[in-house]
């Protein structure tokens, strides 16, 4: 089992609606998560990053992570053409020793469709 | 401007050669990261540095060796290329419990 697990997609959405990403990890002790997007060809950009149990919102992004459950999802409101991207998710599980390196998942391949 | 800085940005290069990929940060940050992406594919961790001196190697096994004499300083080097080594190198940087950073990237070309 990988420490961190995304439906690879593409997942495929009409402009104008909203798009759900989900993410599970393994990790109980994970401390930290963020999403990145990546278009092809460039390196991965920060778009999100959550904390704690919940909801947090940030223009037409929203993550919400659930500790319990051990998953983190990011929605995209309003979903445009040029949100069609690679989404990764990271986690961090590094507490006591600040040796532990970010872990990302495989990505999901987010499209828009016009 | 804290920033992380990949040289060279694209490198072809021939079979057997060495080659030094160079990432320097001006962040701050103690943990370093090189990671390895195939066009379309995920990305695959090669080497990791939690601080100076400190090293470790990822999840995907490489022929590549790193160090970390500087806080500032990660180079990757392949000491004989291959067409295999053919690939996208990404340099990244964090620290504590916060994300991480990327850089631009070298695509390398071994022919």
């Known amino acids: 089992q990988k420490e961190v697990e995304q439906n690879s997609g593409p997942l495929s959405v009409p402009e104008g609606a909203i798009a759900s990403l989900n993410c599970t990890y393994s990790d109980r002790g994970s401390q930290s998560f963020f999403w990145y997007r990546q278009y092809s060809g460039k390196s991965p950009e920060l778009i999100m990053s959550i904390y704690s149990n919940g909801d947090k919102e940030d223009g037409r992004f929203t993550a919400q992570l659930n500790k319990a459950s051990q998953y983190v999802s990011l929605l995209i409101r309003d979903s445009q053409p040029s949100d069609s991207a690679t989404y990764l998710c990271a986690v961090n599980g590094d507490s006591d020793t600040g040796r532990r390196a970010l872990t990302f998942g495989s990505g999901t391949r987010l499209q828009v469709q016009p | 401007e804290a920033d992380i800085y990949q040289t060279p940005r694209y490198l072809v290069i021939g079979t057997g050669k060495k080659i030094t990929l160079e990432c320097s940060q001006t962040?701050?940050?103690?943990?370093m990261y090189w990671y390895q992406q195939d066009p379309g594919m995920e990305l695959h961790l090669i080497h990791y540095?939690?601080?100076?001196?400190?090293?470790e190697k990822g999840d995907l096994s490489s022929e590549s060796t790193v160090s970390r004499i500087r806080t500032e300083h990660f180079p990757l080097t392949l000491e004989s290329a291959r067409p295999s080594h053919t690939s996208q190198y990404l340099c990244a940087t964090s620290t504590g419990g916060s994300p991480a950073f990327f850089g631009q990237g070298t695509r390398l070309t071994v022919v």
């Open positions: 962040m701050g940050h103690d943990k």
């Open positions: 540095s939690y601080g100076v001196n400190s090293t």
